[in-house]
Structures are given as structure tokens and as C-alpha cells.
């Protein structure tokens, strides 16, 4: 959980905006992703964590049909009929709470209260560590206490998503959702995205993550995700036609498969579609690593997700392969890759405990060096998942 002062920081602006005291407060932690990188919506592994830094979300309910929601780093309000939101332009940062709102209604029926709620957080905006997840999972469990009901952590998870895509407008896949919520302490979260089943993996205690935020404009609303996920739903087409065996999805193709055959497909859709198919190989392979305790193999694996992201998905950027090229070189470290969406964001290394911090020193100044100024370098824990913290 993010420092206690977060929260104290929230209570005090809720009384002073709202005249009491939540009757609820949820809290939803932000992820790293460490390896898998755009197979949740093609239906393959993951592995992530949740991470100690996140959102809280608190509320109280009010005697007639209005919500009045506030970002708590902003202290802007929006007023809208609870049981009926509107998608805001103005307060864009609205539609996140919005959207679980209207999903809330869908699911539990039409809210006969509305509720004052205030949110506030620590995950770096636009850092490729998930703060919409947070908010939105964060906002659900709230919510759907403040109503007295208690949700499944998958359909915590479903709704976010579903929020984000519908009222948000990315297609994102379960992965920030899913990690948000069944996060646990000292664990990865290996993700199967076909069964949606979510299993803990330890990994050695003698090595730990450090997250660099190369602060790189980070796309996904611009439509550059959209487009990736098109290009792999195409090339899954391809392969339905072409395979001997039934392909739903690019889970269901194997390296040697995409080996064969991508040279008679659309060239671009090939090139996509590698990166995924590779990244489902490397996840499982990285699982048994994990098992046999090899961090350093392991960190291996994170390298060349990085290269297939640069090569193959071109969703990497040179902020972010310049913290990895850099990564090789730093003694302590492991691997390092891209964590999320890419375009920009994040980087997340994996580096022995004892040289983690002269590894986030060195790696912030070989940034600088080539930039001007250093990359927002911090060390993560892999921590809790999402849950109501008061009421
Ligand atoms: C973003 C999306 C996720 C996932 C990752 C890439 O974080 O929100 O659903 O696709 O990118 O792995």
C-alpha cells in the first residue's frame, strides 16, 4: 500500500470538500509487467505484479440521485446523475469513475442513492504502471460496497477493462486489470488470458525490480495500441486459414508455425504477429526459470522481449532502448524491457538486491547523459492486490 500519508492526505480533502467522512475507502495498486507484453488480447501469459504504489478511492452516499466525484491531486469536481453518466470532454479524467459507474448500474441495477467521492494516488500518470487500472478497480470495489455488494475479483477485473474500453476508448486487453487484483505480496501474477486463471509465482529474494520512467509521451489513446491489436486479430485470420488445427487467437500459434509460414502473409501483420507468439514461448519458459530459481536466465528472457518489442512491434522508442542498452552495461543487472503498452512509459529491471541502488543511480545518469536530464528511477515491490480498506 502507498505511504499511510496518501490516504491522511485524501480523508483531510474529502471532509474539506465534502463536510464528513467517507463511509468507504477502497485501494487499487498500479503493475509492472515483467514478461508477456501485448499477449493478453491474444489470449496468452503474462507475467506481472502489483506494485506499491496505487490509488485510493473514497466515498459516501448522499441522500438524493446526484454524484459529485473529485480528483483528489486537482481538486476538480464533476456533478452528473448517478444513475445515468454522461462521457465528459472537459473532465476527461471522469470517464474512467464514469464508466464503472454505468457498469456498476448495468450489473447491480439502477443506484436508488447518489454519492459523494474523492480519489487520490500515487502512481505516476502516464508512467506505463497502470494508474487508470487503479483508479478504476479501486473505484469499482468502493462503489459496490458503498451499494452492499461485494464483486469477484475476475468481474472487478472485467468491468474495469470493459470501463476503459468503452469509456475511454482503448481496447485494452485484462493484463492491468487482472494484475491490479490479484496482485500478491512478494509474488508475479502469471496470467492465463484464455482460461483467465491467475496463479502467484515466487521468484528469488535476492534480486528485485526497479521501475525507470523515461517520462516519453506515452500513445495508447492515439490509436497505436488500436492498430497493433488489429494488425495481431488479422494475422490470427491468416493463421485460422492456413494451420491444420483450429487458431482462435495468436496463443495458438507456435514460433516454428509463424517460422514456416510468415512469409506468405501481409508483411506488416507477419512482423506484428512475431512478437507475441515469441513473448507466450518466453513467458512459459521464464515460469520453469522462475521455478529452478535462475534470475539470471530469467533476466535473459527480458532482454530479448525488449529486442522483439524494438524489431518486431515496433512499440518500443529511444528513451526506452536507451534504458536498456544502458541496463547491459550496469553491474548487478539482469534484464530489462519495456513494461506495458510502450511508445514510451516505463522500463522495468531486474537487478540483484544488493546493487539496486548503485544500479538506479547509474542507470539515471547514463539517461541523462544522453538526454539532459535523468529518467524517474524507483524501486518496486511486488505487492497486494486491490481491496476495500475501510467500511
Ligand atoms: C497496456 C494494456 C494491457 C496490455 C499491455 C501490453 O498496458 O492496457 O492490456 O495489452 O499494454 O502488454
Not at 522483439?308 to 512499440?315: H, M, V
Amino acid at each position: 500500500m502507498p505511504s499511510e500519508s496518501v490516504l491522511s492526505e485524501l480523508l483531510a480533502k474529502f471532509a474539506a470538500t465534502y463536510g464528513r467522512d467517507p463511509a468507504v475507502v477502497a485501494y487499487a495498486p498500479g503493475r509492472i509487467e515483467v514478461l508477456g507484453n501485448h499477449t493478453d488480447y491474444n489470449e496468452g501469459y503474462v507475467l506481472s505484479a502489483a506494485i506499491d504504489y496505487g490509488t485510493f478511492f473514497a466515498a459516501a452516499p448522499r441522500d438524493d440521485g446526484t454524484a459529485r466525484l473529485t480528483a483528489g491531486d486537482i481538486m476538480e469536481t464533476v456533478e452528473f446523475p448517478a444513475a445515468a453518466p454522461e462521457r465528459s470532454e472537459s473532465a476527461s479524467w471522469s470517464n474512467y469513475v464514469k464508466g464503472c459507474v454505468a457498469l456498476l448500474g448495468d450489473r447491480l441495477g439502477p443506484p436508488d442513492r447518489g454519492f459523494d467521492a474523492m480519489f487520490l494516488g500515487n502512481v505516476p500518470l502516464g508512467s506505463g504502471l497502470s494508474s487508470s487500472a487503479a483508479l478504476e478497480c479501486s473505484a469499482i470495489l468502493a462503489l459496490a460496497r458503498l451499494r452492499g455488494a461485494s464483486l469477484p475479483k475476475l468481474d472487478v477485473a472485467k468491468m474495469g477493462q470493459r470501463a476503459e474500453n468503452e469509456w475511454a476508448g482503448v481496447k485494452c486487453g485484462l493484463l492491468d486489470q487482472a494484475s491490479s487484483v490479484f496482485g500478491e505480496k512478494d509474488a508475479l501474477v502469471m496470467s492465463d488470458f484464455r482460461t483467465c486463471e491467475f496463479k502467484p509465482v515466487s521468484f528469488p529474494p535476492d534480486v528485485c525490480f526497479l521501475m525507470c520512467n523515461t517520462h516519453a509521451k506515452h500513445a495508447l489513446v492515439d490509436g497505436a495500441y488500436n492498430e497493433r491489436r488489429d494488425r495481431c486479430e488479422r494475422a490470427a485470420r491468416f493463421f485460422a486459414a492456413a494451420l491444420p488445427h483450429p487458431v482462435s487467437a495468436l496463443r495458438d500459434v507456435s514460433w516454428d508455425e509463424w517460422t514456416e509460414h510468415h512469409g506468405d502473409m501481409d508483411e506488416l501483420d507477419a512482423k506484428r504477429s512475431a512478437h507475441p507468439i515469441g513473448e507466450d514461448e518466453r513467458v512459459l519458459a521464464g515460469v520453469e526459470l522462475l521455478r529452478e530459481g535462475d534470475a539470471a536466465a530469467f533476466g535473459r528472457l527480458m532482454f530479448e522481449s525488449h529486442e522483439s518489442s524494438r524489431t518486431y512491434f515496433e512499440n518500443s522508442c529511444p528513451e526506452l532502448d536507451a534504458v536498456v542498452d544502458a541496463a547491459r552495461g550496469v553491474p548487478g543487472v539482469l534484464g530489462a524491457r519495456l513494461s506495458g503498452g510502450g511508445f514510451g512509459g516505463s522500463a522495468v529491471v531486474l537487478v540483484e538486491r544488493r546493487a539496486a541502488e548503485t544500479a538506479a543511480a547509474a542507470l539515471a545518469s547514463a539517461y541523462a547523459r544522453r538526454f539532459g536530464s535523468p529518467c524517474d528511477v524507483r524501486a518496486v515491490s511486488c505487492s497486494e492486490g486491490a481491496r476495500v480498506v475501510r467500511g
